[in-house]
């Protein structure tokens, strides 16, 4: 196996590392009670934080894709 192709999957990454700073201080400010969602209340849930990271480092044009689609239920 080469080196070339591991190199190549580092520099397509899924985030840029400004997104994981944005997720790094929302999880940080979750854990001391100091984050609040778009109602106000706090968050509780380490995964609700992650997503107001990536939230906030879409809003400030870091390299993050899309939001998901949701899919119908059948």
């Given amino acids: ?3 070339t192709s591991r190199s190549s999957n580092r520099n397509s990454r899924k985030y840029g590392e400004a997104a994981s700073k944005y997720v790094e201080s929302a999880v940080r400010r979750a854990e001391n009670g100091t984050l609040k969602d778009s109602h106000g209340t706090t ?4 995964r609700q934080a992650v ?5 906030e480092a879409r809003r400030k ?3 993050v ?3 998901s689609k949701p899919t119908a239920k059948r």
């Fill in 65 to 67: 894709p899309p939001r």
């Fill in 43 to 46: 968050v509780k849930s380490h």
């Fill in 61 to 63: 044009g870091a390299k």
């Fill in 1 to 3: 196996m080469s080196n």
């Fill in 51 to 55: 997503a107001i990271g990536l939230s």
